[in-house]
Every structure is written in structure tokens, then in C-alpha cells.
């Protein structure tokens, strides 16, 4: 068995110099080889993930370069809850895996230290990542996501003016109208043509537009597209209604595309809902849930009390109704109920997987760790995929599941902690105590 004579903090380490609990030489020093390879891997897999995500969105929006700039330092900290905790494992399971793999454990057990003397440093590292992630998570990470989708809202108008700018046309067949200009000065259409698409049938037209002059706008929030034109001549077709005045002008007004709508929602979705909103929104669906029910309750109750089961009409006046339990309104108020517990159980369920997901660094690195130490592989390709398949196999999917059943109401809330719970199970029973051993 081979010592470390030349690795300089355990050549210096004694055990009443390094008590445990205590930041010493050696604490200092595996943090150091933690956070350097850390910080490496974490840049690594945050580039590849942004890359892909840019890459995607660029190809499926027509991103220009400009427009790449403006997002990518949005699209980072979303990528963080995902990135972070694998780049710690991997920085874990290398350290520990080499530090095995040239005896510096067996060194210190030696020296009369337990391996918790080199592994609880870590452990209060990946509790401090854990908390910074928590609260990023709830509100910067989703105000960040939120502002990608505004960008991209925002620079809709900007891309289409651009290709109609360096084509002349607009020929998309997802859209309603076809359209052809002779040339584009800032947001104006010169020479503009609009021909409107048949349902069904995007190589045939039923209405045509001309304008000397004309000038769209894209409503988000109705998605709408606004054209107003300026010296405006129609022909032909029955569908002149998408034309009207407004002061004096011609307005055309269609649709967006229910495609582009997907990509454009501007629906908040929860993915980009703050804690404080999500919170405020809960507060209101357990305050509906209680009066509905309530009311209902009362309502019903005082009709029965009253001997009227059932609403029912006066003969010869028509219009006129007995009052009585309004069973159609109570299933309405049933369903209702049903839906704002769903509602509710989503939020909820949301708010504990942003903090189960922040705190799997924790996690990450108490099986990370030990499980390092007992491969012991100089290898660092090694010694991470030995910890990394197993999650991805069990912690992933469980999280996952939960999370989608949690949000169903199938499941409570609290439940996406299972998977941080499995790897404590595996890592206090079976990675840790071999570890321990001196």
C-alpha cells in the first residue's frame, strides 16, 4: 500500500491540528480541488445545455444573431436547477475518486482522522449551493424565463419586418395572407399586397388587398396581427369583414397562427410564475374553495329545511320558478371545487419540486462522496458515471413521476422529496458506512 509522502496537506496534517468540524489545511484544500473542478464543470455542461437550447430556438424561430445576444443570458439561469447539481457530482466524484486512487483516505485514517473529516466540508459546500439554488429558483429563475418569452414576443415584429425586407414577400402557408411589398422603409410596407388564403386550400385566394402604404403591428396579448392600410383598394370574395375603418384608416385584422401561438404563448405558464405570485394565487383558490363550498352548503341546507328538493315551474306562468336546491349548480360548484384543489395541488407541487430540485445538490454530493472514495479511480470518467447512472435511472424518473402525479392531485405535494430521500437512504446505508470505517 503506497503513502502520500509529497502531497503537501496531508504530509503536514496531525490529528490535534486538524480536529473534526474544524476548517484546517486539509478542509481547505479538498474545497479548493472541489469548487476548482466545480467551477470547470459547471461552465462545460451549462454551455452545451444553453447551446442546445439556443440552437433549437433558433432553428424553430428564425433567431437572429442580435436576438441570440439578447436571450442567452436569460436562458442561463434556467438551465441552472439542471446543470448545477450534476456539475457538483461530477467535481465530487473526481476529487474523492482521486484522492482514494493515490491512498490520501488511507493516509488519513492513518494519521487517526475518520474520512467524515474530508467529506463534511463538502457536505455544508452542496447545503450552501442547495439554498442559493432554492432562491434563485423562486423568483430570479422564473422572471428570467418569463423574460425570454418577452424578448421573443418583442422581436416578432422586428424578424418579420426583416424577411420582408430582404424577400419582398411574405409566403408562409400557416398563415392567412400572402404578402408582397416593393420595398420596406423601417416599419412601413411600400407597394403592399395582401391576398387571403382559402380555408383548407393555401395555394388559392379569395380576397385581395392593395395599399400604397401599410403597417402591421402584433398584438401578444390577443394575438392578433393589426395591418393598417393607407390608400387601400379590395377585390374580390365574401370574406370583406377583415376589413374595417377605424379614423378614417383600413384595418386588416387576422389571427396568429394557432403554431406561432404555441411558440409565442403569452400565457404565463408556472414555469414562469415567482413563489410570491404562485403563493398569492393559492391564497385565492383555498378562499374560493371554502365560500363555494360554504354558500352551497347554506343554500342547500335552507331549501331542504324548507321541503323544496328540487326547483320546479308555476303552471300557466311561464318563467317563473319555485325555489328549491339548485342541483345543476351544485355540480357546477362540484366541479369547480374539483378543479381549483387541482389547481392548487399543480402550485404546490411546483413550489416543493423547485426546492427538491435545488436541494438535490445536497444530496448529490452526500452519495457522491463515499461513493468516490470506495471506487477509487484515478479515472474521473469512471468515477462519475459510477454515480451518475444509478440517478439517472432512479432519482430522475421518481422526481418526475411525483411531480406529474403530484400536480394531477394524485399524490400529495410533498412527495417529490421522495428521490432526495432515496439517495439519503442509499448514501447513510449504503455508500457512507464502508466509508466510515477505519
Known sequence: ????????????????????????????????????????????????????????????????????????PFIIPSTLPYTVPVALLFAVSVVYGRMAGDNEIVALKTAGQSALAVIWPILWFGLAVGTTMAVMSAEAIPRATREVKRILFRDLEDRFYKQLKKDREFNNSGWPFFIKVNDVEGRTMLGATFKHRVPGHPEQFDLTVTAKKAVVHFDTEGMKARVTLYDAVSEGGDTRPFIFLIDGQQVLEYPIPDRTKSNFDSQIKIQEKTNTAMAAEQVDLLDKIRQERKRRAYEAGLQIALGRLSQSTISGVPGWQVAGVDWPGIREAFSKYTYWKVKYSELETERNMRVALAFGSFFFVLLGAPVGIRFARRDFLSAFISCFVPIILLYYPLLLG?????????????????????????????????????
Open 402 to 438: 411525483a411531480v406529474n402525479m403530484g400536480k394531477q392531485g394524485v399524490i400529495p405535494p410533498l412527495s417529490v422529496w421522495v428521490s432526495n430521500g432515496l439517495l439519503a437512504f442509499l448514501a447513510g446505508f449504503v455508500a457512507l458506512p464502508p466509508v466510515m470505517k477505519h
Open 1 to 72: 500500500m503506497r503513502s502520500a509522502p509529497n502531497n503537501p496537506p496531508l504530509a503536514r496534517m496531525r490529528s490535534r491540528e486538524a480536529p473534526l468540524f474544524r476548517l484546517g489545511i486539509l478542509q481547505r484544500y479538498v474545497i479548493g480541488q472541489v469548487v476548482r473542478s466545480f467551477a470547470l464543470a459547471l461552465t462545460a455542461i451549462t454551455t452545451i445545455f444553453v447551446l442546445i437550447m439556443v440552437m433549437t430556438e433558433a432553428t424553430r424561430q428564425g433567431l437572429s444573431p442580435q436576438d441570440i445576444v439578447m436571450i442567452v
